[in-house]
């Protein structure tokens, strides 16, 4: 299965391979549910494997849910050529060099099994010993590493000697002194594969009171089911989006309270609208994880926060009580993945909701899940009519980070080094670049002797060779390839096709650099490794892409939604009289501070202002152009109306309270380039707003001439507050 994997997870294949070149023998890897975990993990065995030999993988799952065997076929999927093994077919057949073999830690610590138990046939310890005579190395991958976090199991994870221990989970415990490698949700959510918030309790109005819980919470789980479900029709989807019903143990009353409450509205198991999946009951779970699958609630235990993968998953009515931090963690994250992994610009479908009364869980989802609560506002009349014109992307523009990369590297190597002709490259290569066109593998030493007391030395360099041959260096080649990709920032699979095309006879390509033979490549990638990485990491990030991109933008109407949710947080808001909704308030829920800031100061010195959303169609954006040439999107964060007079304001952070930068946006300059472009089209204003904290007070600058950082040039900034009574 050709699998495109997502900007960050192949940096956190890049990080894992780093890290097992490390000393450290721990590694952590904290990654949100939702992002790819089994992804990540199998495609850096692959990677792994492919390049250092004699080397098994043992990786370990949970005992519930069968997930050894949910993470075997997932290998297998995504590379049927892979060494693959149970625990039945270690006990058979022993560890094998490029062996990945899954197993369940119940199989292991349970003493009912006897895996480890002295037989007339080889227990596990027996197939351990005879790998590690043989000379084969492992690398232990301990999967949910919350769970089976054990004396026992530490115990048989030690006998396997490994060279690496990797846990990984998305709430990993007591990792102490491992290397951790952390996938921020941010980036995860911008590459869509999962929900961009939280909803808590959306439509319940203040101070209600409830007769009913169940009835009335699961009203409003199915009131929000069939308003999903007509959203998914508006985007071409055919997801049927799933209400998780979760109970508490012991809980069959309230499970049959529910279950006739679901019959009234016609869902019933009878019908199949209904799945149920309990230790002593399951109905109707065949394919439920499928997006077109029938029913459209189902109710749950402990079994939804573990090895349970079903990403239409949407709703969750929280009915239970008393449960450890670590489930809830992993309950929440159930309902976070994108049915189809991707953003619908559709806040309705983009979102995810839990209906709940449990203020002790609501405050959990809160803290860890940035979860909050939030109030549907409308517009008000006087701003239906409010038009302006948004930039889009044009329609025939293709992104291709690897086009784009083999266009650009080849540019850039024939700028830098003035090339020319295939015949001529090598020789100004050897001059201007010192590559290396040896068709040996060349080895850098040194010989000689010091005095350490005299300090005096008669040290020299040493040139070694030694024959290269294709197949025992094919893993350092591998190996070095890998690198440059890493370096480059794209898959392996692309950086073999980018340097054949560049530098290999036998493929064709119009804009050849050299003419090298497929033996002649690998010694020349292997020799110059450190060249190769820096020439491409150089070239991917070069301006020289903007060549190959198109101005073209496209343009729309936009008008501000008739209607939005607002995040805050209970007894810390003040309700704006200013904002375009009626029943804004101004919370810190949601919001960073220079946001909270200017919101204040909008409240106070503004006619009107409107917080823009962060992405979708409905919200109002700015054409730019990123540091590979590629359009983007960018959603400044205000529109208002300040003295008769229309703006458009994108806030970021200025400098903190120790002097440090705030702003964390690479791309601030690009954008506010963009901005000024944009208002001196439509003759309207426009301007970055920065917060600097390093002083006593909380102070807001602007800018409306030139983005510089904030920390290291104020020339261009003046404070609000003077700026407007100026103007």
């Known amino acids: 299965m050709n699998l495109n994997l997502k900007n960050f997870q192949m940096k956190a294949v890049a990080d894992l391979m780093n890290a097992c070149r490390a000393s450290k023998k721990e590694v952590v890897l904290k990654s949100c549910t939702g992002s790819g975990k089994t992804v990540i993990l199998t495609h850096f065995i692959d990677r792994y494997i492919n390049e250092t030999p004699k080397t098994c993988f043992v990786w370990f799952t949970p005992g519930k849910g069968n997930l050894e065997d949910q993470s075997k076929k997932k290998m297998d999927l995504y590379f049927p050529q892979a060494q693959t093994k149970l625990l039945s077919d270690v006990l058979t057949s022993g560890f094998e060099e490029n062996d990945i073999?899954?197993?369940?830690?119940?199989?292991?610590?349970?003493?009912?099994?006897?895996?480890?138990?002295?037989?007339?046939?080889e227990n596990l310890l027996d197939r351990i010993r005879k790998a590690l005579l043989d000379g084969l190395h492992f690398i232990i991958i301990v999967d949910e590493q919350h769970f089976n976090n054990t004396y026992k199991a530490n115990e048989i994870i030690s006998l396997f000697k490994a060279d690496k221990i990797i846990r990984a989970s998305a709430t990993p415990l007591n990792y102490g002194n491992a290397q951790l490698i952390e996938i921020p949700e941010e980036d995860v959510i911008a590459e869509g594969l999962i929900k961009k918030a939280i909803y808590i309790n959306e439509g319940i109005p203040q101070n209600t009171e409830i007769e009913n819980e169940e009835k009335y919470l699961l009203d409003l789980a199915i009131e929000k089911y069939n308003r999903l479900v007509q959203e998914f029709k508006k985007v071409g989807s055919a997801v049927n989006p799933l209400i998780v019903i979760q109970l508490p143990n012991k809980s069959e009353e309230k499970q049959a309270k529910i279950e006739q409450i679901l019959e009234e509205k016609g869902i019933t198991y009878l019908n199949k609208r209904l799945a149920v999946w309990l230790s002593d009951q399951k109905e109707n779970l065949e394919d439920i994880d499928k997006?077109?699958?029938?029913p459209?609630?189902?109710?749950?235990?402990?079994?939804?926060?573990?090895?349970?993968d079903c990403p239409r998953a949407h709703i969750l009515v929280k009915m239970r009580d008393n449960m450890s931090e670590t489930?809830?963690?992993?309950?929440?994250?159930?309902?976070?993945?994108?049915?189809?992994?991707?953003?619908?610009?559709?806040?309705?479908?983009?979102?995810?909701?839990?209906?709940?009364?449990?203020?002790?869980?609501?405050?959990y989802a809160k803290k860890e899940s940035g979860a909050n609560e939030v109030k549907k506002v409308f517009l008000k009349d006087e701003f239906k009519s409010f038009r302006l014109t948004k930039e889009l992307k044009s329609v025939k523009y293709v992104e291709n980070d690897p086009v784009f990369l083999l266009k650009t590297a080849h540019d850039f190597f024939v700028k830098k080094y003035s090339l020319s002709t295939v015949k001529n490259n090598r020789t100004v290569l050897e001059a201007k670049g010192k590559y290396r066109f040896d068709e040996n593998i060349l080895y850098d030493a040194q010989q000689g002797y010091m005095t350490v007391t005299d300090n005096q030395d008669d040290v020299y360099g040493l040139n070694l060779s030694r024959k290269l041959s294709t197949h025992s260096d094919g893993r350092l080649f591998h190996h070095s390839v890998g690198e440059i990709a890493d370096a480059a920032g794209v898959k392996y699979d692309s950086m073999i096709i980018i340097l054949r095309r560049l530098f290999d006879e036998s493929v064709k390509y119009s804009n050849k650099?050299?003419?090298?033979?497929?033996?002649?490549?690998?010694?020349?990638?292997?020799?110059?490794?450190?060249l190769l990485k820096a020439?491409?990491?150089?070239?991917s990030s070069t301006e020289m892409q903007s060549v190959i991109s198109t101005t073209q933008k496209n343009t729309a109407e936009f008008s501000i939604p008739q209607?939005?949710?607002?995040?805050?947080?209970?007894?810390?808001?003040?309700?704006?009289?200013r904002n375009v909704y009626d029943g804004y308030l101004l919370s810190r829920a949601g919001k960073s501070e220079v946001e909270l800031e200017f919101?204040?100061?909008?409240?106070?010195?503004?006619?009107?202002?409107?917080?823009?959303?962060?992405?979708?169609?409905?919200?109002?954006?700015?054409?730019?152009?990123?540091?590979?040439g590629k359009q983007k999107l960018f959603y400044p964060d205000y529109i208002l109306q300040i003295k008769g007079e229309l703006w458009i304001i994108e806030t970021k952070g200025g400098e903190t309270r120790t002097g440090a930068d705030a702003n964390i946006d690479d791309f601030s300059e690009k954008k506010f380039n963009a901005l000024k472009e944009y208002v001196a089209k439509y003759r309207m204003k426009g301007g970055f707003v920065v917060l600097d904290e390093s002083g006593i007070d909380k102070d807001l600058y602007i800018t409306t001439k030139m983005f510089h950082k904030f920390s290291d040039d104020r020339s261009e900034y003046v404070p609000l507050n003077t700026f407007y009574l100026i103007k």
């Open 101 to 121: 073999a899954f197993i369940n830690w119940e199989m292991v610590t349970n003493k009912k099994n006897n895996a480890i138990q002295d037989s007339e046939h």
């Open 291 to 294: 997006p077109d699958a029938e």
């Open 296 to 308: 459209m609630a189902i109710i749950i235990k402990q079994a939804v926060a573990l090895g349970w």
């Open 327 to 363: 489930f809830e963690i992993q309950t929440i994250g159930r309902i976070r993945r994108m049915p189809e992994a991707k953003h619908y610009d559709n806040s309705q479908l983009d979102h995810c909701y839990i209906y709940t009364l449990d203020k002790a869980f609501i405050e």
């Open 513 to 530: 650099l050299l003419g090298l033979t497929t033996k002649h490549l690998y010694a020349f990638v292997i020799n110059n490794k450190a």
């Open 535 to 539: 020439d491409f990491k150089e070239s």
């Open 563 to 577: 209607e939005t949710n607002i995040q805050y947080a209970p007894n810390s808001y003040k309700e704006c009289k």
């Open 599 to 628: 919101e204040k100061w909008c409240e106070k010195n503004s006619d009107w202002f409107y917080k823009n959303g962060d992405k979708g169609n409905e919200y109002f954006s700015i054409l730019y152009f990123n540091e590979y």
